[in-house]
């Protein structure tokens, strides 16, 4: 039976994207109110629509670069372009989404006295030098290059997080999230899990950047969601950064050929060159989320999570499937020009 004195109200930012929208699903779960705020670019209200008539969820459209009043006890902010692909489309409001959205979000928790997580990113890493990647490690930014509206503006929204908690006491939790994969990721975001799934399904070649042996490691949505909410409940003195990811390691080569062997596909590979500051090889270092997490680890597997994942894609797999960015042009959105 649900316990209402544990029953908060919970504002999730980019609540309708990938992973917020497992995260709305999983807060509702556990019996709190859930307010989700995206502006829909890269997220869609099919991400929730079936949380829509559910008496404890409310989707509200807006823009985190705005400020935004509503009466919360805890904050997870998620809103931002997560892939490549869709936060170099407009690099100026994606650094804007960062750094004047956590801006947004840290007042609104010093007003009303929230609890605040930041879904930040193994991307504030940049090219690292040290592997597997410690929190205590600072990093090999570009802060010119073409993903720096991204590496960088997750980085100042983490400035911003500890000066909040030094300056104005606000309780903080930093997560730097790894790559994560699972259903509802969009189909177009040019990941290279949703691409060769996608290529796959649809016989395509699957495009290998540079010799294929870079590394990634792939962490199942389900599990980082586990990791985020442990993360929010820690202690008070627990600030993070936190990594939360999975540590398995595999080269885009074996991903490949994975996935091909998953779906049966006839696909050949295709070999591109490398895109400028791609990192040769990303793998969490999670000890401190297995201490600080109670104990917390990730469960799934590569290949249950991509078969999940591909169960999930061939329900989208029929073309024509239109890129996100065509649906919903960031020029579209009503801001004030700087
Ligand atoms: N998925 C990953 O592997 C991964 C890895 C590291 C960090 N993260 C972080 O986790 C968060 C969620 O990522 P995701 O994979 O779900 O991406 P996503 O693109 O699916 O979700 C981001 C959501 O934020 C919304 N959004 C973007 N700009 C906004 C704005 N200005 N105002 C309000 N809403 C806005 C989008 O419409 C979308 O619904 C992001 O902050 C991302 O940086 C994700």
Redesign the pocket.
């Known amino acids: 039976m649900r316990n209402y004195n544990a029953t908060k109200r919970i504002l999730v ?2 609540g ?5 929208s497992h995260l709305c699903e999983r807060l509702i779960a556990d019996g709190h109110d859930v307010l989700c ?7 869609n209200k099919r991400n929730v629509a079936h949380l829509l008539d559910h008496p404890r969820f409310e989707l509200m459209r ?4 705005f400020p935004l009043y509503v009466e919360v006890n805890e904050i997870y902010n ?6 490549p692909v ?1 936060y170099q489309y407009d690099p100026v409001q994606t650094t804007k ?1 960062s750094v004047h ?1 956590a801006i947004n979000m840290l007042g609104l928790a010093k007003r009303v006295g929230a609890k605040i997580l930041q ?1 930040s ?2 991307e504030v890493y940049g090219d690292p030098e040290v592997h597997p990647q410690p929190e205590s490690y600072w990093g090999k930014v570009n802060p010119i290059g073409p993903r720096s509206c991204y590496d960088e503006g ?1 980085r100042c929204a983490e400035t911003l997080f500890f000066d909040y908690h030094r300056q104005h006491k606000l309780r903080i939790k930093v997560v730097r ?4 994969y699972g259903p509802r990721m ?1 189909p177009n975001d040019g990941r290279v899990v949703s691409n060769f799934i996608m290529q796959a399904l649809r016989g395509e070649d699957i495009t290998i950047y540079g010799d294929g042996s870079q590394t990634r490691s792939f962490c199942y949505v389900d599990d980082l969601i586990e990791a985020m909410v442990r993360a929010m409940d820690t202690p008070d003195d627990f600030t993070g950064p936190v990594n939360i990811g999975n540590p398995g390691e595999f080269s885009m080569l074996a991903l490949a050929e994975k996935v091909i062997a998953l779906t049966g596909s006839q696909s050949k590979l295709a070999w591109r060159p490398l895109p400028a500051d791609d990192p040769k090889q990303r793998r969490p270092d999670i000890s401190l989320a297995r201490e600080a997490l109670k104990g917390w680890a990730p469960e799934v597997d590569l290949a249950t999570g991509l078969d999940r994942t591909i169960a999930y894609f061939k329900g989208v797999a029929q073309p024509p499937i239109e890129p996100v960015i065509s649906l919903r042009p960031a020029a579209d959105v009503t801001r004030p020009v700087h």
């Open positions: 930012t980019g309708a994207g990938f992973l917020g705020v995206d502006n829909f670019f890269t997220g807006h823009d985190v670069t998620l809103a931002c372009p997560a892939s869709h989404t959205g879904a990113t193994s997750k999230i790894f790559n994560t969009h």
